[in-house]
């Protein structure tokens, strides 16, 4: 998302261009954009003259879009997986660490936008 930031909104770069300057295997590249078109963060034109651009400005694209496609809210868990350790009542000893530290991330991916990183 930085890299395609990085090229203006405006600007449809071919995925090809993202080899050897994204660190993303290339197998695995198709199908990230694919969740981040069907998030509707990027738009994509086929074609030999088709690629890849952002739906809105970086400016108004947080992290916490761009990460929420491809991993599951964790909100209220136990980062153990104990499905009766929750925030209001943790049984775990790692519960309140874990729920300090998942506030900060998610103030962080919250605050934090496609256009900070990209600058």
């Keep these: ?14 995925a090809a261009a993202m080899d050897g300057k994204v660190s993303v295997p290339s197998n695995y590249r198709g199908k990230i954009l694919h969740q981040l ?4 963060l990027l738009e994509s034109t086929r ?9 809105r400005p970086a400016s108004r694209i947080r992290l916490e879009d761009v990460v929420a496609p491809f991993e599951p809210r964790t909100e ?3 980062m153990l997986g104990r499905a009766r350790c929750q925030d209001a009542h943790p049984c775990c000893s790692a519960h309140v660490r874990w729920r300090e530290l ?9 605050d934090t936008t496609v256009a900070d990183v990209a600058s």
């Design 47 to 55: 074609g030999r003259t088709g690629g890849f651009r952002l739906a």
């Design 1 to 14: 998302m930085a890299f395609l930031a990085r090229h203006g909104s405006d600007v449809l770069v071919p």
């Design 102 to 110: 998942r506030r900060t991330r998610d103030e962080f991916l919250r």
């Design 37 to 40: 078109m069907r998030a509707g």
């Design 76 to 78: 209220n868990t136990c």
